[in-house]
Nanobody
């Protein structure tokens, strides 16, 4: 059974940084594609970043966010710098055994429970 557990969310002032973590059991991240998505109140869940052997980013976070993986810990991280109030959302980790970078929610089989990120102005 695959389980993804996110952590690292919280409240931060605009311009600050946070690092989100996604730990997996039952699945090896280095053999999968892992994505981060976010959902703000009243909005659809949207793609943020993904990684397998390369990385991909949404335009809105490019240059500010970095996705990376620690294979020894089987954990994927999302380093978020220069945070803006519009980054406020619940952030979800997602994974799929298909080894292709994908940006749609319906292309990921496994999901975490989400972690809240709030950026104050």
């Amino acid at each position: 059974q695959v389980q993804l557990v996110e952590s690292g969310g919280g409240l931060v002032q605009a311009g600050g940084s946070l690092r989100l973590s996604c730990a997996a059991s039952g699945l090896t991240f280095s053999h999968s594609t892992t994505g981060w998505f976010r959902q703000a109140p009243g909005k659809e869940r949207e793609f943020v970043a993904a990684i397998n052997w390369i990385e991909s980013y949404a335009e809105s976070v490019k240059g500010r966010f970095t996705i990376f993986r620690d294979n020894a810990k089987n954990t994927v991280y999302l380093q978020m710098n220069s945070l803006k109030p519009e980054d406020t959302a619940v952030y979800y980790c997602a994974a799929d055994r298909a080894y292709a970078l994908r940006r749609s929610t319906n292309q990921y089989e496994y999901w975490g429970q989400g972690t809240q990120v709030t950026v104050s102005s």
